[in-house]
């Protein structure tokens, strides 16, 4: 698969080495320009390429927007019409600035970004995980079920069974949390938020924060 990168800092290298380890070619962006990337992608290999940021919107299957939230305003949202976006973003404010919507609860994180990109189809995933377990825990030899489980919310299951392949094949449980309102359940602040479980044991607590009472 070709997957673009808008984010070249700590999570979108972590995943982005992940999945050439898993034999899929990607391409980076960052806001100083593809120049200032060559030492990145020498380090990823030659499935690595450093490209502008409107390349890595359209490069590829999928495009994952890994940046601080509060730039995710500054993209082109155009250029996200008719692509599936992997949301990793969480909302701090002491980095981010305060978002009226999210302070409120009126909106999850994801829903947030769904709005400011509204062509795209928005996945939430690896918002959960810390960079250095991205890069360091996936065990694709391991039982199913068994594995540091990673939580998905999305509106469009096509979208997110796309990202479910890619999970599975880079070592890590997909669990399925349900619409992109479920993020809700894992995003910065919640109980699940940054949890160390297995699949099967995150998705009977995320069914736990589901069930009524
Ligand atoms: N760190 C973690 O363990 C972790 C875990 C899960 C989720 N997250 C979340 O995932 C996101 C990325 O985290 P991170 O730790 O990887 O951040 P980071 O190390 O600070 O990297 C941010 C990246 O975004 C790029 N960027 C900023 N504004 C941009 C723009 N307008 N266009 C294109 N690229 C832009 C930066 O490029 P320049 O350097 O050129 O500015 C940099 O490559 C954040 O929302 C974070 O909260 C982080």
């Given at each position: 698969m070709k997957i673009g990168f808008v984010g070249a800092g700590n999570i979108g290298q972590a995943l982005a080495g992940d999945l050439v380890a898993a034999g899929h070619e990607v391409a980076l962006s960052n806001s100083r320009g593809p120049e200032t990337l060559a030492d990145v992608v020498a380090s990823l290999g030659e499935h690595a390429q450093a490209v502008g940021t409107e390349e890595a919107i359209a490069f590829?299957?999928?495009?994952?927007?890994?940046?601080?939230?509060?730039?995710?305003?500054?993209?082109?949202?155009?250029?996200?019409?008719?692509?599936?976006?992997?949301?990793?973003?969480?909302y701090?404010?002491?980095?981010d600035?305060?978002?009226?919507?999210?302070d409120d609860d009126s909106l999850t994180e994801s829903e947030l970004v769904a709005r400011l990109l509204p062509g795209a189809?928005?996945?939430?995933?690896?918002?959960?995980?810390?960079?250095?377990?991205?890069?360091?825990?996936?065990?694709?030899?391991?039982?199913?079920?068994?594995?540091?489980?990673?939580?998905?919310?999305?509106?469009?299951?096509?979208?997110?069974?796309?990202?479910?392949?890619?999970?599975?094949?880079?070592?890590?449980?997909?669990?399925?949390?349900?619409?992109?309102?479920a993020?809700?359940?894992?995003?910065?602040?919640?109980?699940?938020?940054?949890?160390?479980?297995t699949g099967d044991a995150l998705a009977a607590a995320l069914g736990r924060t589901e069930a009524p009472g």
């Open positions: 590829g299957d999928l495009v994952v927007v890994t940046i601080p939230l509060r730039a995710v305003s500054d993209l082109p949202a155009e250029a996200f019409d008719g692509r599936i976006v992997v949301d990793t973003c969480n701090y404010p002491a980095r600035g305060q978002i009226a919507e999210l189809r928005v996945v939430k995933a690896f918002n959960s995980i810390f960079f250095k377990h991205l890069a360091e825990q996936g065990d694709a030899a391991a039982a199913p079920g068994t594995r540091r489980g990673i939580p998905v919310a999305s509106d469009h299951p096509a979208a997110k069974q796309l990202v479910e392949e890619l999970i599975d094949e880079i070592g890590f449980d997909f669990v399925d949390a349900g619409p992109l309102a993020g809700r359940d894992f995003q910065n602040g919640a109980d699940l938020y940054g949890a160390e479980l």
